[in-house]
T-cell receptor, first 113, second 116 residues
Framework: TQLLEQSPQFLSIQEGENLTVYCNSS?????LQWYRQEPGEGPVLLVT?????EVKKLKRLTFQFGDARKDSSLHITAAQPGDTGLYLC?????????????FGQGTRLTINP | GAGVSQSPSNKVTEKGKDVELRCDPI?????LYWYRQSLGQGLEFLIY????????KSGLPSDRFSAERTGGSVSTLTIQRTQQEDSAVYLC??????????????FGQGTRLTVV
């Protein structure tokens, strides 16, 4: 079973459109991170949210952590081709007594010029 | 070094052979992680090191997989008697603190393993 469910798994839109990617779980997380991975590279951290209800903005990207700390969303305004990549959410949790960062399956985003 | 370095970047091996994958973390990072990424999938946790010890190796898929870390730095992931289902990109990450719940993880570029 996937602890973190991301939706949609694939998204292809035109340049200039807005989009939202979701990361949901039935578990509570101490924090949630969003990473972006480009082909042939490792994931790179975009943001960490730690407080329920927290909203962080990174230029055209807006990240929100759910009030109950079980979900998060990433909203991109006026998407650009440079936003293309695999977006991964990751939650910090205690699993089987060990602290671990658990990743979702990712949303593969394509922005068409 | 400036970043996390993994070698080789690509490895093609015959089914049944053993392979070793290497990770050089960022200097001074105490925590080191191995993840596996299959095509179209997210990251699958394999093992976590704090210094030279591995407090969490729960993600290793079978006893054919093992990993070690020496000198609190370089780590080697070994896969014995490789199978085709082992084909994936193996990613290494390091961070300053312990379990990277609130700290940034820095990833290497990965080793793409293909078992034929």
């Amino acid at each position: 079973t996937q602890l973190l469910e991301q939706s949609p798994q694939f998204l292809s839109i035109q340049e200039g459109e807005n989009l939202t990617v979701y990361c949901n779980s039935s578990s509570v997380f101490s924090s949630l991170q969003w990473y972006r991975q480009e082909p042939g590279e490792g994931p790179v951290l975009l943001v960490t949210v730690v407080t329920g209800g927290e909203v962080k903005k990174l230029k055209r990207l807006t990240f929100q952590f759910g009030d109950a700390r079980k979900d998060s969303s990433l909203h991109i305004t006026a998407a650009q081709p440079g936003d293309t990549g695999l977006y991964l959410c990751a939650g910090g949790a205690i699993i089987q007594g060990a602290q671990k960062l658990v990743f979702g399956q990712g949303t593969r985003l394509t922005i068409n010029p | 070094g400036a970043g996390v370095s993994q070698s080789p970047s690509n490895k093609v091996t015959e089914k049944g052979k053993d392979v070793e994958l290497r990770c050089d973390p960022i200097s001074g990072h105490t925590a080191l992680y191995w993840y596996r990424q299959s095509l179209g999938q997210g990251l699958e946790f394999l093992i976590y090191f704090q210094g030279n010890s591995a407090p969490d190796k729960s993600g290793l898929p079978s006893d054919r997989f093992s990993a070690e870390r020496t000198g609190g730095s370089v780590s080697t992931l070994t896969i014995q008697r490789t199978q085709q289902e082992d084909s994936a990109v193996y990613l290494c990450a390091s961070s300053w603190d312990g379990p990277m719940l609130n700290t940034e993880a820095f990833f290497g570029q990965g080793t793409r393993l293909t078992v034929v």
